[in-house]
């Protein structure tokens, strides 16, 4: 298949970056790419479904992959498994002997080993510049889920119509679920069994960059996990903050230990990020160097800084997401030639332990097993958002009244950056707004 058709089909299929910000795939297949890396690191602690899925999948994902390097010429592929998965890796090494450019890259277990630019780094030897594309250095990072979500659509015409979500915390049987994109968390949650605390807070995406959502939330595509915690759990308290009075607890505080800029897995990079200037800039309204404000672009928003360096329990990274939004709605840009320093030698020793960092935040007991469920599991009605990615929002193709199948197209790719969205149960549209539509199963 040709380049412009392969993607093509990608962008009909609504394929998007399973988890994170779900940037559309089609805009990943470059003929600049000359290595191709799958991210099966689980890039938050607790997450289950991508060592699960490319363990029972490994065979149509490794095809999918081949398929990508076929289309844009790619010279190798790189499989970036945690060694702590040994049965994935035990798969992929039944399968690899058919895949003359792929190879397995065996990952150490540290957090946020997942993240794009570390990963690029740990499997290439190669740094992404700050603020750039993986393939400016001649690389393109796919999600486990992703490429068996591509293999689909490419081997049995199958659009992106489920996702698969880990459901782990304080429920009765942990779980990895197979569920209709669209359903409501709160049906989701009740498939592993009862909740075990009084006043459950769900946590949607993981402990350390996931947000406090509500049982009539909808999944999306990009929807990797639900987190049920007690109320008074640490980590709720953290993600309840409120910015003010963390930059008052910062100026009566920090110490200045550096300990945030130390661990931070971008600056050990050499990206221009360093989180202890940013808080004494910040905390003493110190405007003097615009750089220290303008380089919170290059923060990740892995979380390292206030979930497990700082020793004053300050909250950089909640601070500087603060100040960054505020840069982009004035309009500001990151710096299109930021100062770029060379790999720290101390990295290799600044890494942070999941173990460690588990046990830190109070997540050890719920570190369990959670049995994928491949199967989709039925629901009575979905609402699908028509923006679940990156780009511009699908725009609406049916009404209310309309019969739809699962699969059936109902929204339409936008002008510009944007995918397809698909029916994910069988049934009556009952509701249409630009935003979303609504399915009644009948």
Known sequence: MELVEFSGLIRESGIVGAGGAGFPTYAKIDQRTETIVLNCAECEPLLK?????????????????DMVADVVGAKEVIIGVKGE?????????????????????????????????????????KVVRPGGLPVESGVAVFNVETMYNLYRAVKENHPVTDKVVSVVGEVEHPVSVRVPIGCKIEDVVALAGEITTKDPVFLIGGPMMGFIGNGDMAVTKTTNAILVLPKDHQIIHRKQANASIELKRAASSCCQCETCTALCPRHALGHPIEPH???????????????????????????????????????????????KNGLRAAGIKAPTDPKVESVKPSREYRKVPEGRMEARLGLSKYNLPAPLQDTVVKMSHVVEKMGQHIGAPAVPMVSVGDMVQVGDMIGKPNAGLSTAVHASIAGKVVLVTKDEVTIQRV
Do not use: W
Request: aromatic share 10%; with cysteine.
């Open 85 to 125: 998965y040994k049965d994935t890796v035990r798969a992929l090494k039944e399968c690899i002997g058919e895949f003359p450019k792929m190879k397995i890259k065996l990952l150490d277990s540290v957090y946020p080993m997942g993240d794009e630019v570390v990963l690029i780094y740990e499997a290439t030897g």
């Open 49 to 65: 479904l991508h060592r699960q899925l490319l363990e029972v999948h490994a065979h149509e994902i490794m095809e999918a992959l």
């Open 277 to 323: 200037l940013f808080m004494r800039a910040a905390a003493n309204h110190d405007f003097s160097n615009a750089n220290v404000f303008l380089n919170t672009f290059y923060c990740c928003s892995c979380g390292v800084c206030e979930m497990y360096a700082c020793p004053q329990g300050l909250s950089p990274r909640s601070l500087i997401t603060e100040y």
